[in-house]
């Protein structure tokens, strides 16, 4: 039994839109002109139908054969028929239709499973990685910005003016050790939700920084220990960390979505995958190696880092005592710990 639903069609010729509507009959999608509308009906075989992504942004297009597309008019009622059509299932639907895709996976499952004996996971993830295209960096970004916007975070309580003096001088910082080949980011500022963020920042995919008032008010007045702490947080960015962990943790997913071009079900995933994922003691290290590189640009010691890694210390302990927890998310930046390695490390740059 199939409902139908009311969509924008596209005949990939002119570029004027007919009112339809969308059947699913069998293994064919049929698009019908709506009362008024005087097109001749459609039937695509469903192999043939390219699938939007689904995102919790964004409207939803499918591809149709010869330039042909039907747009949603409401993307919850589009989500919500596609659902009832089986579309959650969309690349192992795909992956029986379109052997050449199977075929590849299966290269890409192989090799990647031959390199991870040879050489490890963090260096197949790195690859996989360079895979992934970026934009879906940014759709798994805006994911897990949205999901922590709704169970971790707050609105920021700072003032504007506070807010623009500390992302004019990150920009300005970035600039300058990075001239010419700047790296894309975005500022974020948000106030964490019954203490459980505290002070903190966090990178997600795609480049964007999320920074907590609480990490901006525990040592008033110096903004340079908050810019160490963005430094490090562009580390991340540069580096595609979150997105190397994401890899790493479901290496045979992302083969798969390499292959089909179908990051749906994994960009879904992410906000659950990240809040449990920590970064290895290597990411650490480049990204506090950015961070020392960025504050060496615009002269600021790195022995900043060290008074704020014991700020933190001292926020830690007083959460212990009042029994609450400081562990939110994995990838967040207190949940790193200043181990005496790192503490040594900033002593060290600050002297040389
Ligand atoms: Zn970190």
């Known amino acids: 039994m199939s409902s139908a639903l009311d969509a924008r069609f596209f005949d990939g010729r002119s570029s004027r839109p007919h009112a339809a509507r969308l059947h699913v009959q069998g293994d064919v999608l049929t698009i019908t002109p709506a009362p008024g509308e005087d097109f001749a009906p459609l039937r695509v075989p469903l192999a043939q139908v390219r699938w939007p992504e689904r995102t919790r942004h964004g409207g939803r297009i499918a591809q149709l054969p010869q330039g042909a597309s039907v747009q949603a008019l409401d993307v919850a009622a589009w989500d919500e028929w596609a659902a009832q059509q089986g579309r959650a299932e969309s690349w192992v639907v795909r992956a029986q239709q379109n052997w050449r895709g199977v075929a590849l996976a299966l290269v890409l499952l192989v090799a990647a499973t031959a390199a991870l004996y040879q050489w490890g996971l963090p260096w197949v993830a790195r690859g996989v990685t360079a895979a992934i295209p970026l934009r879906v960096d940014a759709m798994v970004g805006a994911e897990v910005l949205a999901s922590i916007d709704e169970s971790l975070l707050l609105p920021s309580a700072l003032p504007p003016a506070d807010q623009e003096r500390i992302r004019r001088a990150f920009a300005q910082m970035v600039q300058t050790a990075h001239p010419g080949d700047v790296p894309s980011w975005k500022l974020e500022f948000r106030r964490g939700r019954d203490k459980k963020l505290g002070p903190n920042a966090l990178a997600l995919p795609g480049g964007t920084i999320v920074l907590t008032d609480e990490l901006v008010l525990l040592m008033p007045g110096n903004d340079e220990a908050v810019l160490g702490v963005l430094g490090h947080e562009l580390g991340h960015v540069r580096l595609r960390h979150a997105m190397r962990q994401l890899v790493q943790v479901s290496a045979v997913g992302f083969a798969v979505s390499v292959a089909f071009g179908d990051y ?11 809040a449990a994922l920590g970064y ?20 600021i010691s790195p022995r900043v880092m060290v008074a704020f890694f014991e700020a933190i210390e001292r926020w830690r302990s007083e959460q212990k005592r009042a029994g609450l927890d400081d562990d939110a998310i994995g990838l967040a930046f207190s949940s790193h710990p200043a181990t005496a390695e790192r503490i040594a490390f900033f002593k060290d740059a600050a002297v040389n």
């Open 280 to 299: 290895s003691r290597d990411a650490e290290r480049e990204a506090d190696a950015e961070s020392v590189r960025l504050m060496r640009a615009v002269g």
């Open 264 to 274: 749906g079900t994994l960009i879904g995933s992410a906000p659950v995958l990240l």
